[in-house]
């Protein structure tokens, strides 16, 4: 496979005046648009003093697109008309290529490259999966963990998938640095994960977090958390109602831009630090327009012995309201303009720009407790999937709002809802008035029943139950067919 090299000419001057096919490819910038113009116009901030001299170095560029790019580039002085110094013949590093980039790149272990100043420059396929980075659909994400002069500290952030195309947006801060803050960090993400696992409430969420931290000072084993002290902000995005549901204990309130307004801070009101206790945390919903952008951020971004809070605080709303063509660019413009070069805390910033799943893509039938409707409900599900044109997978779809309903029928409780979302995956809800949540079992030879929610679970890619203010919802997902 042939493999373009970018490379770069750039005169005494600081003007470029040749662009390879390979620099095209990278950076999207044609050569009309850049031959004759100064290099420095493609930074997107300030080149380390001594990059030339040292012929090698990691200099932030500004891709076509907005978003920023850190390459790993290689200057070559070469000579003009009797040996003076010509300029520089510049590479970048191709990514993705060679056995060093292949290993790190399929190693079953998260690892991260950092530059000096504990910024991410490379991340593997496994850290990013622990990152929570992969695309959602309910919100375009930018995330920009920064470090500070004390070193790699607790910050840090999440974005994790929820059912019914819901998402939960998480960032939380342990006090300190060092490995301490940074191991206790690692066991409440965890956590966290497991908690938001269930499908619980924010409010709740932080109650079972806060008596995990409790109990891990009561034992013994966590008193690095009460000594250090610990803050999240845990946040649930639905892109079908378009609702944001969020709790803090101890976090600072995020930052909410509906389009074509003003940034403002969302009235919040905060639970005490994680292990206090003592307080209840309370729930804040809203609802949101799509486009709308959400920014959730460690106290570091707008505290510190060098920031007036009001000041900082006022600096980030004016910026999240700039135009940007992406989230990653609007993100790091938000960090210049509010940030210092080096911060003396570390910071987690996350933005979330909203999506919404309209009509069209989501349809809902109420269902009558007899079983009589329930071939009606699958009736109304293939037409639906007819109308989608994902023949393809009516047959499964059949079966599982088949089941889904008959057990809802049966033993459940009115009133019975059936929706059918159609996002990345085409996903399947059941909704009734009981609280009693469904658990696999295996059925015996000689039984009649039993085998519905088995069935359920292996003809779909994954299942699962979740508790709502007036009852339960029973969910199934399964991948859409390939076009």
């Given amino acids: ?15 470029v005046t040749a662009w390879s096919e390979g620099a095209q490819k ?9 031959v004759g113009r100064p290099a420095a116009s493609l930074l997107a901030e300030q080149m380390p003093p001594g990059t030339f001299d040292a012929q090698t170095g990691v200099v932030a560029l500004r891709h076509r697109d907005g978003h920023r790019m850190e390459l790993a580039l290689t200057a070559g ?13 510049v590479t970048a590093a191709l990514p993705g290529h060679g056995l060093a980039e292949h290993a790190f790149q399929q190693a079953s272990m998260s690892m991260s490259v950092f530059d000096t100043r504990q910024r991410y420059l490379r991340l593997n396929e496994k850290a990013c999966q622990v990152l929570g980075i992969p695309e959602k659909a309910a919100v375009d994400v930018a995330h920009l963990p920064c470090g500070s002069l004390a070193g790699i500290g607790g ?3 999440d974005v994790i998938p929820l059912s019914g195309s819901r998402v939960a947006l998480v960032v939380g801060d342990v006090v300190g640095h060092g490995i301490q803050s940074s191991a206790t960090m690692g066991r409440l993400r965890t956590a966290v994960r497991t908690l938001a696992d269930v499908d619980l409430a924010p409010d709740e969420l932080l109650t079972h977090l806060d008596d995990l931290v409790t109990h891990l000072v009561a034992d013994g084993d966590g008193g690095e958390v009460a000594e250090l002290g610990a803050t999240c902000l845990y946040a649930v995005y639905d892109p079908v ?3 944001l549901s969020l709790a803090a204990a101890g976090h600072p309130a995020p930052a909410v831009a509906l389009p074509g307004a003003d940034a403002e801070l969302v009235p919040l009101r905060a639970g005490p630090p994680l292990g206090v206790g003592g307080l209840p945390f309370e729930a804040t919903e809203l609802e949101l327009p799509e486009g709308s952008l959400v920014a959730l951020y460690t106290d570091g971004l707008v505290e510190g012995r060098d920031l007036d809070v009001d000041r900082a605080t006022g600096r980030l709303l004016r910026a999240l309201t700039t135009p ?26 996350l933005l979330a720009r909203t999506r919404a ?9 109420d269902v009558p407790p007899d079983p009589a409707h329930v071939g009606t ?16 997978i009516a047959f499964v779809t059949e079966l599982v709002v088949s089941e889904l309903v008959t057990n809802a029928i049966r033993y459940g409780a009115p009133p019975i809802q059936l929706r059918l979302i159609r996002d990345r995956a085409l996903i399947c809800e059941v909704s009734d008035g009981s609280s009693t949540s469904p658990h696999l079992r295996r059925a015996h030879a000689f039984d009649e029943g039993g085998r519905g929610l088995l069935l359920v679970a292996q003809l779909t890619q994954r299942w699962g139950s979740r508790q709502t203010g007036g009852g339960k919802t029973i969910w199934a997902e399964q991948p859409l067919p390939e076009e």
């Fill in 1 to 15: 496979m042939e493999h373009l090299v970018p490379t770069a000419v750039i005169d005494a001057l600081g003007i």
């Fill in 26 to 34: 990278l950076t999207g910038h044609r050569a009309e648009e850049i």
């Fill in 77 to 89: 002085p070469v000579l003009g008309p009797a040996g003076r110094p010509g300029g520089h013949v």
């Fill in 155 to 157: 910050d840090w952030f």
């Fill in 241 to 243: 109602s378009r609702r």
């Fill in 324 to 349: 940007a063509d992406t989230t990653d660019a609007l993100c790091d413009r938000l960090l210049k303009a509010v940030l210092d070069e080096q911060p003396g805390d570390d910071v987690a910033l």
């Fill in 357 to 365: 799943l309209g009509a069209d893509r989501v349809a809902t039938w």
């Fill in 377 to 392: 409900a699958r009736e109304a599900a293939i037409d639906r999937l007819t109308a989608w044109g994902l023949q393809e």
